[in-house]
C-alpha cells in the first residue's frame, strides 16, 4: 500500500516490483481480451489498475487511524504502519528481533512488508536517541487527477520489461513477435497443418510469406476466431525448428529455415572472432575517435541515443567484401529493420542508381547484414570501396549506392602471396570501379591462391601480437618514411584475420618498438623490436 502527494513518486514508481497479484491480473486481462498484447499494452493495463487500487486504499486509510513508525516506537507483529520519510508507504510488521550491536543500547529490528515490493525492508525500534524520533509532516494524499498516461511516460519501459521478465517464468502465457498470449487460449495446430504450411512455403520458394497467407491453405476450421487463428499458427510454427520467423519489428513473416542462405544461418568464416583480451583503457581518445568511424560491428561501443536515421557513407572491410556483408555498427543499426526476437529478418535491398531490388539479411545476434556479394561484384566495389547507405521510403527496404561508380586504373595496396603461401603486401595498378579509402584499399591478384593461402590458416593462427608486427614492417616497406597509419594496419590485418580496431590499436600503444610520429601514424623501432 502507498500514500503519497503524487502516485508518480520515485520511490514508488521507481522500485516497481511485479507481484503475484499484478501477474494474477494480467493473466485475467489475457483471458478477458482474448487477443495478444505486447508487453507495453500490459504495462498500460497494469499501471491504471494499481492506481485505481492506490485510490481505493487512501479512501480505505482516511477511514481509520494508523500509526506513524518512528525509531523509539514499539511494534507488534502485523501491525501496520505509515512510513513518512518513505514517500508514506504503508507497511505491516512481518517480524521482530533483537539488535545485536555491543556499540549501541538494546533496540529491536522490525522486518516490514510493503504491497508491491516482495523484498521486506528492516528498520530500527525501541531506538531513543535518533533524529527521526523528532515529529514530522503528516502523511499526505493520493492526488485524484494523476493519469495512467503520466505514469507511463516516465516509468513505462523499465515496468514493462519487470512484466516480460516473470512472464518468461510463467507456464501459462507463451510469446511469439513480442506479443503474449495465454497458453490455455491457443488453438491446437497438428503436425498435419504443419505440413501444409511447408508445402506453401516450399512453392513461394521458401518465403516469406504472412501468416495469413498460411492460414489460406492450412485447412483450419472457418469457425475460429481469426485472431485467434494466426496467434496459434504463429506459436506452432515458432516451435517447430522447420520454420524461421524473419519479420521486422511489428510484421510476422515466414520462411523455410532450409532454404534461407547458409551465411545467414551461419556466420561466414571471413567474419569469425574468438575474442582477445587487450587494455582498452590504454587507448587513446584519437585512437578511439578512430575506432568509432569505423564502424566495426566488433567494436565495444557504447551505443547511440536512437535518433532519426541519416544517410551513412563507409569503406568496406576485406571481410565483409569476401563475405558479401555488411557490419551491423551501432551506428548502422538504426538504418535497418528491427525485431523484437527474430535472430534473421529478411529484407530488400535497393541499388540506388540501377533500382534493382535483391534480399537481404539483417543477422542479429552476430551484427552483420548479409546479401551484398553479387551487388559488390556488379558494381566492382572493391575492399575498402564507398558505399552509401540510405534508409528507403518504402518500409522494408534500404537503398546502396556506389560511390563515383566508373572504372579507374589505380596503384593501390594489393595482397600478395610468397612462394611459401605466406600473405604479404605490394603496390600495383589496378583496375577500381568506386571511389575508395586510400587507407583502407587492398587489391588482389589471384584471388583462388588468397584463398588458398587463407584457407591454409597458418598466418591466422598468429597471436594479434606477431600478426600485428608481422602486418606494419609489410606495411612499412610500401613508403619511404616506413609509417603506418593506425586505419591502413587495421584494414591489413583483416585481410588475414578478423580482428576488432580495439586489439590492433592496444598493440600500437602498449609494445615499446612502436613509435607514435603524430596523426595516428606510426613507425617501427626495429632495435627495440628485437629486443622483444
Not at 494524499?141 to 517464468?169: M, N, T
Not at 593462427?461 to 600478426?467: F, T, V
Amino acid at each position: 500500500m502507498h500514500l503519497a502527494s503524487s502516485p508518480a513518486s520515485e520511490l514508488y514508481w521507481g522500485e516497481f516490483d511485479v507481484t503475484d497479484e499484478d501477474l494474477e491480473f494480467i493473466d485475467n486481462l489475457l483471458l478477458e481480451r482474448e487477443v495478444p498484447l505486447t508487453k507495453e499494452e500490459m504495462s498500460r493495463a497494469l499501471v491504471a489498475h494499481r492506481l485505481d487500487l492506490l485510490r481505493i486504499e487512501q479512501e480505505i486509510r482516511s477511514n481509520i487511524e494508523l500509526k506513524t513508525y518512528v525509531p523509539a516506537g514499539e511494534y507488534e507483529v502485523g501491525e501496520s504502519l505509515v512510513f513518512r520519510l518513505l514517500d508514506n508507504r504503508i507497511g505491516t510488521v512481518a517480524s521482530i528481533r533483537e539488535a545485536n550491536n555491543p556499540d549501541l543500547p538494546s533496540f529491536d529490528v522490525i522486518r516490514v512488508k510493503f504491497e508491491g515490493s516482495d523484498k521486506p525492508k528492516e528498520f530500527a525500534a525501541r531506538f531513543q536517541e535518533h533524529v527521526l524520533n523528532s515529529p514530522g509532516p503528516e502523511a499526505g494524499e493520493i492526488e485524484s487527477d494523476v493519469s495512467p498516461e503520466f505514469i507511463q511516460d516516465r516509468y513505462g519501459p523499465p515496468i514493462a520489461r519487470k512484466i516480460e521478465a516473470r512472464l518468461q517464468e510463467s507456464a501459462d502465457t507463451v510469446r511469439i513477435a513480442g506479443r503474449w498470449f495465454h497458453s490455455g487460449l491457443v488453438a491446437d495446430i497438428n503436425e498435419g497443418h504443419l505440413n501444409l504450411a511447408e508445402a506453401v512455403l516450399d512453392v513461394a520458394e521458401g518465403g516469406p510469406l504472412l501468416t495469413r497467407s498460411l492460414v489460406e491453405h492450412m485447412e483450419l476450421p472457418p469457425e475460429m476466431d481469426p485472431l485467434l487463428t494466426e496467434f496459434s499458427v504463429d506459436f506452432a510454427l515458432q516451435e517447430d525448428e522447420r520454420f524461421d520467423e524473419v519479420g521486422p519489428a511489428g510484421k510476422i513473416l515466414w520462411y523455410l529455415k532450409r532454404l534461407e542462405p547458409k551465411d545467414a544461418l551461419k556466420i561466414p568464416l571471413r567474419l569469425a572472432y574468438t575474442p582477445k583480451k587487450y587494455d582498452r583503457e590504454r587507448l587513446t581518445d584519437e585512437l578511439l575517435d578512430l575506432e568509432r568511424s569505423l564502424d566495426d560491428e566488433l567494436s565495444e561501443l557504447q551505443a547511440p541515443e536512437p535518433a532519426a536515421a541519416t544517410e551513412i557513407t563507409l569503406p568496406i572491410l576485406f571481410p565483409h567484401r569476401k563475405a558479401g556483408t555488411l557490419p551491423l555498427s551501432t551506428r548502422l543499426q538504426p538504418l535497418f529493420p528491427r525485431a523484437y526476437e527474430a535472430p534473421r529478418i529478411r529484407f530488400v535491398l535497393v541499388d540506388g542508381r540501377t533500382g534493382d531490388r535483391f534480399p537481404g539479411w539483417v543477422v542479429r545476434k552476430e551484427r552483420y547484414v548479409y546479401g551484398l556479394g553479387n551487388w559488390y561484384s556488379s558494381n566492382s566495389v572493391p575492399a575498402g570501396g564507398l558505399i552509401q547507405i540510405t534508409p528507403s521510403e518504402t518500409e522494408g527496404e534500404v537503398v546502396l549506392r556506389a560511390m563515383e561508380p566508373r572504372q579507374r586504373n589505380d596503384w593501390i595496396r594489393t595482397a600478395t602471396i610468397d612462394k611459401g603461401g605466406n600473405i604479404g603486401f605490394t603496390m600495383l595498378k589496378h583496375p577500381v570501379g568506386t571511389s575508395y579509402d586510400e587507407r583502407m584499399i587492398v587489391g588482389q591478384i589471384d584471388e583462388q591462391a588468397l584463398d588458398e593461402a587463407w584457407e591454409s590458416g597458418e598466418q591466422r593462427k598468429m597471436s594479434p601480437e606477431r600478426l600485428t608486427v608481422y602486418v606494419f614492417r609489410e606495411l612499412a616497406k610500401l613508403n619511404p618514411q616506413g609509417t603506418v597509419h593506425a586505419k591502413s594496419l587495421y584494414s591489413a590485418v583483416n585481410v588475414i584475420r578478423r580482428l576488432p580496431p580495439g586489439p590492433i590499436f592496444a598493440e600500437l600503444v602498449t609494445q615499446p618498438y612502436y613509435e607514435p610520429v603524430g596523426d595516428l601514424y606510426w613507425k617501427l623501432n626495429e632495435s627495440e623490436w628485437k629486443k622483444a
